[in-house]
Each structure stands twice: as structure tokens, then as C-alpha cells.
């Protein structure tokens, strides 16, 4: 567990000392911006001493990269080349690995192009973290707003170079996203003159996040799902990808599926393959808990890496500020940045506000780290702080607001015996994003030929920092360019030949960097749900 | 003499006998006791609706249906998984351009068992997000798909309903009909649609080095 702080107030006087306040005034509003490049310097994540190693193999040879990462890519395949000839074979034109929002937008756009597609996820469809985003999705489609503010937003708050190209195409593509997403049938908050409501995210200059009240990426699940039953795309459920193949030329031709159902191994052949495989919270980087799926192990940067993938920005993980903490049941839980675009406020132990809940992401978990450690946090147990989310005040100040626009955080919040329209809840940053990934092009398409990354697991968009709702954004934005593009792009020829010898290469610079045989990756799962390859994934045998 | 050890609970889930601490979730539970459970399991945050489980309490009769990831172990717990079961999956293609009556026609062949509802409770004692699922069926079978689809908001496919009704009624399948078909009914957002055709008439670009 990551040690928060071990000097604040108890949470047992903490709560009787807190008043719901409706207007509390933020002393010392300091954001120069030397005050925020230390703030996050001394007291963010991603800066933490040792954090950090340099990569040993591979394209991003002498990259920084956080260490967790740097062993899982660094890491042997589960297959050796030889394994690969006795697997059935399954052909198909497109194969589709991931079953959140992206992998289902590229499936159906492709699908809609004449597309043979297989869609293979490593848990069931839909259960992904797409399914669990709250905050909703950007798109400038207000008077006063306009595509140009969207990008300036995305790349003032990015704090280091991205793929500029990459921001402006994301930007003009996102009514069009929404409109595809409500031609799904989706539905979204309106206003009483028809309009979609929007509301702001921390960092951004205008309001343009669209949303279904706190359940924008649960509503935008189950309409793709039931897009995707509809359609004519195959579903492959608990069948994670272990290694992508490729032909003499180094393209790539397929993946390796292993099914958990029975653990058999099948070889799917594909004129593209398009990776939607998400991010890495479940990596626990730094011990932080986190908000994402149990299947977010990073397994799609390892795949693209180990086939020559360029990768980008390793060192940055987002980490949303308001994870709960108490009680211990809902541990990583998040709850929604909309709330505090509603105007909630951030109170240490004291009833202090003590930076601007609007500012962007990095920046308000950095504060509340440092509340903490300097002692002003609410402890629950010895090494474990937090401060509150006023929600209270919130309430206060804009009556049935919480139950109006936050049906889910009441519900969770009920189910722990909190009712946060009156008591205020203990939050601390979870690891939520990945910021960087596979570098991509216009189109998804990644270095390798034949093989496309789009969501999470790639990079260059977000930089540092992604602002809430540009992810939802760009997942099926991308979703769909990749799907588009790779539906028109494959010749319907001959399968191509479909092996694993980059292996051969691959596990030489391993062993010239002295990483021993039995470190081995993808992982799947991580290490507490006692899940090994082979094993009965129903968990019928004890371990 | 053995001093109880007042932290921990006694639980079986699946058929297996654990004696675990306090305050932790029922799957967790089962990883701590050494059990590498996968199946069923997803967000563990009450969302993806995967890990559906039978429960009984210590002392009743009553069996109910949960979600796992959300259930907290307590002394004399019984929990079993209930993973899913692959069924046939209904289909349907929305006409277009769509209209009222071509949806009632798609309910209707899609959805033939919705009409025949004995109204035995069992759906809406399933649900374990509390829907009151038997009243929205009866207001989508009525052609309301509007106020149907607004009482399953919450609904997160786990399709316990499903499971429990006898007559095979689909009801969590019926409630995103219900959503999907209001939005396609509608009009599309005013804000949203002025925008689209500004950009089409190129009204709007991007300056990437400004």
C-alpha cells in the first residue's frame, strides 16, 4: 500500500469538527506557474524518486519508463517459436483485441464496411474501464466555443509535446463522434430547450463536456454492446491475446488468443489487427490503488513492443485526484470529476480550501498529497489520509443536485452506509490513466505495418495530463478512424504467413540484457488474484 | 481453549470453507483464500454487471441474488457464482428511417414473450440495482419506451431478471431497447447539430502552430 501520511487528524474527530458550509473562500489561490511546476515536482507521482528506470531493449532503448513497465516489457514471452505450429488456425480480415468503447467502434466500423472481424477481449464485452467512465465526453458544440479552444485546452494542460496533428483531428472529430454515438441510440442529459448540457473540466477554458448524469461511459457501453449484438462482428469473450505474429517482413499478420475457458491456444489470422486494449492500472504503479478493471495490465504495450512498436511518454500516469478511502470496502473507487464541476470543493482536516478544485488533474492530486503529508489530511488508519470531497456544501448550495446529476456515487456511497448529501466523503488520488502508448498516425495506425493502436494504450495526445472527457472522446474517435481505415486498406488477398520469429531477435537483446527466463509477460491479471497460465480461471482449485 | 479471533469471518463461497478478515469484499475474500477466480469478474466497482452470486445469510432462508464485488463478508455467509449461460442473443435491425409504428413491430417480433409477464415479482427481487423491472416491461410492452428506458438508467446488464423470469422475457435487453429507440425517436440536440453544419460548411479550423 502506498503510505499517504502517518500525522493528520483522526477521521473519527475529523468528521465531528466538519460543518456544511455553502460558500467557503479559497485563501491563497496561488497558480503561477512556478508554483504549480514545484507543486508537481515535489509532490506528484510520476516524480517520485526511483519511480523511473531506463529501458534495456527493444525500439525505446534508453527511454525513461516506469519501472513496473520497464519489467513487463522486458519480459520473455509464455510462447517459444516452435509452439505455434500445432495451434488451430482461425482466418478473418480484421481481428479486434480489446472489448471496451474502442475495440467496439472499430469493430463496427469495420464491420459496416464488409469487414470480416473478430473482436477478441481477455474478459467479457464491455467489461472495461470505459464502462466505469463518470465524467462524459468533450466536444466544443456551444455558442462562444469552437474546436481551436478545445485544442489550446488539451495542449496547455499536456505540459510536454504531443502529436499536434493527432489533438487537431480529435477536436474536429468530436460532434461528429457524439452524433455517431446517438445514432447508436445513446442518450445524453438535455437541457429543457433540447440542447445537450455540458459542464467543465478541471483545466479547460470552456464548458463542453456532454454527459448521461454519472453513468456516461455505463450508457455508452450498453448501446455499443448492443450495437456490436446486432452486428455481424464475432465476439471471442476470455480469450486475451499473449503475442502478436508476423510475415519475413516484420508486418503484422495475427495474434495468439488463449482461451481461459479451456486454455487452448488459437492462432487468428488477420489482414489488420487493431489493438484497444486499454491502460495499466492494475500494474498498482507506486502501490497506488486504482480505478481501472481487473484486466488493466498493460498487456497491448507489451504485444506492440515485442513486435517493434515505437512507444511514447512511458513516464506519465495520470492519477485522478478523488479516489475514495473510507470506507476501506471501496478503497480506489472513484468518484466523478463532474462533481467538481458542479462546484464541489476540496477541504483538508482543518475545513480549508486549499487549491482550486478546477485546476486540472496533476496538479489538484499533487495539492492533496501534499495536505497529507504535511499533517493536514483526515487519517484512517496508520498510514492511509485523505481530505474531503465536500459534497455537503455542494448541496447546499445547489439543493437535489446530487441526487439529480450523481445517481451512481449516491448509490455506491449508500451501499457504505455514507450518505453524501450529508456527510462529506474522504477521497485520495487513484491511479487511473495512462497517458502515453503506442505511437500512432492518423489513421491508429501504428510503426508496424499492419497493426493499429487505438484508446488508452496509445500515445501522443494527452501528454502528461489528459483532461476529463477526452478520453471517451478519442477512444471512439480513433475507434472508428482505425476501423475505417483498416475495413479500406486490406487487400482481400492470401493470408499472409503468420509466425512469432521477432521472438528470435527479441530474446537476444533479453538475454544480452541479462533478464532471466522465467520473467514473463503479458501478466493478465495481476498477482493477488493468484491467476496463473494454466490454471482453472474459475478458481474452482486452491493454489 | 482457542481464542476466537474476533477480525475474522466465517464464509463459504462456491462450496469452499474460509475464514477471512473483516471488511473485505466477498471476491477477495476468495483471491486472499488462495482461489485465482477470474470468471465473472470485471470493474469490481458494481458497473459491469460479470459477477453475479447466489447469497444466503447466516440464519435465513432467503436467498438473493448480489453482485459480488459489492458484497461485504459477514459471519455464516453462503455465496455462490452465477456466471452467465450463453443464450441464443435477440437481434433486431432498426428500420430507417425509423419511425413509431416500425418500432412497435420490431418490439413485438423481437420480444414476443414480453406481452405474456405473469407478473410474479421475480425480476424486480432479482435486480440488484433495486429496478422495478416488471413495471418498466409493462410500460415497453405498452409502447412507453421513453419512461421504460429512464427506470432502467441504472441497469448494468447483469441480467439476474433475466435468469429469474419463467418466461424466458429478456428484460435487460428490453431496457436498452427501450433507451436506444427514445433517442432514435427523438430530435437530435439543437447545440449539437448547429455545430455539425458550421463544420461542414468549413466555419471552423484548427491553427496547430498558432
Not at chain 2, 458497473?47 to 455464516?76: I, M, N
Not at chain 2, 457464482?81 to 432498426?94: G, K
Amino acid at each position: 500500500m502506498h503510505v499517504t501520511s502517518n500525522n493528520g487528524v483522526l477521521y473519527q474527530d475529523a468528521i465531528i469538527a466538519y460543518k456544511a458550509v455553502a460558500e467557503r473562500i479559497l485563501v491563497n489561490p496561488n497558480v503561477s506557474a512556478s508554483f504549480t511546476s514545484d507543486l508537481l515536482k515535489a509532490y506528484h507521482p510520476d516524480y517520485l524518486q526511483n519511480a523511473c528506470g531506463l529501458l534495456r531493449v527493444g525500439g525505446n532503448r534508453d527511454a525513461q519508463c516506469h519501472h513496473q513497465l520497464v519489467d513487463a516489457l522486458q519480459s520473455h514471452s509464455h510462447l517459444k517459436p516452435a509452439d505455434i505450429t500445432n495451434m488451430p488456425v482461425t482466418e478473418t480480415d480484421i481481428l479486434v483485441i480489446g472489448g471496451g468503447g474502442a475495440g467496439c467502434a472499430a469493430a463496427l466500423t469495420a464491420a459496416q464496411q464488409g469487414s470480416e472481424v473478430i473482436l477478441a477481449t481477455k474478459l467479457r464485452l464491455g467489461d472495461s474501464n470505459t464502462v466505469m467512465a463518470e465524467g462524459g465526453i468533450q466536444a466544443s458544440i456551444n455558442k462562444g466555443d469552437s474546436p481551436q479552444q478545445h485544442f489550446d485546452d488539451i495542449l496547455s494542460s499536456a505540459n510536454q509535446p504531443v502529436n499536434k496533428q493527432l489533438v487537431a483531428d480529435l477536436v474536429m472529430d468530436a460532434p461528429d463522434v457524439l452524433l455517431w454515438l446517438i445514432e447508436q441510440g445513446m442518450q445524453f442529459d438535455l437541457d429543457d430547450h433540447g440542447n445537450m448540457c455540458t459542464r467543465r473540466a478541471g483545466g479547460a477554458s470552456q464548458s463542453r463536456v456532454v454527459f448521461c448524469r454519472d453513468y456516461t461511459g455505463l450508457e455508452l457501453m450498453r448501446v455499443l454492446k448492443e450495437s456490436i449484438r446486432n452486428s455481424q462482428v464475432d465476439v471471442w469473450n476470455y480469450a486475451p491475446a499473449i503475442e502478436l505474429t508476423t510475415d519475413s517482413k516484420g508486418q503484422c499478420t495475427g495474434a495468439v488468443l488463449l482461451s481461459l475457458e479451456d486454455n487452448q491456444y488459437t492462432l487468428v489470422k488477420a489482414r489488420s489487427v487493431i489493438l484497444a486494449t486499454g491502460g495499466l492500472g492494475r500494474m498498482h504503479l507506486n502501490n497506488f490503488p486504482t480505478s481501472n478493471h481487473l484486466g488493466a495490465t498493460g498487456d497491448g504495450l507489451v504485444l506492440a513492443y515485442r513486435i517493434g512498436a515505437r512507444l511514447r511518454d512511458l513516464e506519465t500516469f495520470q492519477y485522478h485526484p478523488s479516489g475514495l478511502i473510507f470506507p476501506a470496502s471501496m478503497q480506489g473507487v472513484m468518484v466523478t470529476e463532474g462533481i467538481r464541476s458542479s462546484g464541489a470543493y476540496l477541504l483538508n482536516a482543518q475545513g480549508q480550501r486549499f487549491i482550486d478544485e478546477l485546476e486540472s488533474r496533476d496538479i489538484v492530486s499533487a495539492a492533496i498529497i501534499k495536505e497529507c503529508r504535511q499533517g493536514r489530511g483526515v487519517q484512517v488508519s496508520d498510514d492511509l489520509s485523505g481530505v474531503w470531497l465536500d459534497t455537503p456544501g455542494l448541496e447546499l448550495r445547489s439543493p437535489g443536485i446530487l441526487n439529480q446529476r450523481f445517481p451512481k456515487l449516491i448509490a455506491a456511497a449508500k451501499n457504505a452506509g455514507i450518505d453524501p448529501r450529508y456527510k462529506p466523503l474522504l477521497i485520495y488520488p487513484t491511479l487511473h490513466y495512462q497517458n502515453g502508448g503506442a505511437v500512432i498516425d492518423q489513421h491508429g495506425q501504428s510503426t508496424v505495418k499492419g497493426l493499429y493502436c487505438v484508446g488508452e494504450v496509445s500515445g501522443g495526445i494527452h501528454g502528461k495530463n489528459r483532461l476529463m472527457g477526452n478520453s471517451l472522446l478519442e477512444i471512439i474517435s480513433f475507434g472508428r478512424k482505425a476501423g475505417q481505415h483498416a475495413a479500406l486498406s486490406s487487400p482481400s488477398t492470401q493470408h499472409g504467413e503468420a509466425g512469432i520469429s521477432h521472438l528470435i531477435h527479441f530474446n537476444a537483446e533479453l538475454q544480452q540484457a541479462q533478464i532471466p527466463l522465467e520473467k514473463k509477460s503479458p501478466v493478465l491479471f495481476p498477482e493477488y488474484t493468484k491467476f496463473e497460465i494454466g490454471c482453472d480461471f474459475r478458481g474452482s482449485e486452491k493454489i | 481453549m482457542n481464542t476466537p479471533v474476533v477480525n475474522s469471518v466465517n464464509v463459504t463461497i462456491n462450496g469452499k470453507s474460509l475464514t477471512v478478515p473483516k471488511a473485505l469484499s466477498v471476491v477477495q475474500a476468495l483471491w486472499l483464500g488462495g482461489y485465482p477466480r477470474i470468471e465473472s469478474l470485471g470493474c469490481l466497482e458494481g458497473v459491469c454487471g460479470s459477477c453475479r452470486v447466489l447469497v444466503r445469510r447466516a440464519g435465513s432462508a432467503v436467498v438473493s441474488t448480489e453482485l459480488a464485488c459489492q458484497l461485504l463478508v459477514e459471519e455464516g455467509l453462503d455465496v455462490s457464482f452465477l456466471p452467465y449461460t450463453d443464450t441464443q442473443p435477440r437481434t433486431y435491425q432498426l428500420g430507417c428511417p425509423i419511425s413509431l409504428s416500425s418500432v412497435l413491430e420490431t418490439f413485438t417480433q423481437t420480444f414476443p414473450e414480453a406481452a405474456k409477464c405473469r407478473h410474479c415479482g421475480g425480476c424486480d427481487n432479482s435486480c440488484p440495482k433495486g429496478i422495478t423491472v416488471e413495471s418498466a416491461i409493462t410500460l415497453a410492452t405498452a409502447g412507453d419506451y421513453q419512461t421504460a428506458g429512464e427506470m432502467f438508467l441504472e441497469c448494468v446488464l447483469c441480467e439476474l431478471c433475466e435468469t429469474a423470469c419463467p418466461e424466458f422475457i429478456t428484460p435487460a435487453q428490453i431496457g436498452t431497447f427501450s433507451r436506444k429507440v427514445t433517442t432514435l425517436l427523438s430530435r437530435r440536440p439543437s447545440n449539437l447539430i448547429h455545430r455539425i453544419e458550421a463544420l461542414a460548411h468549413q466555419q471552423f479550423k484548427v491553427d496547430i502552430d498558432r
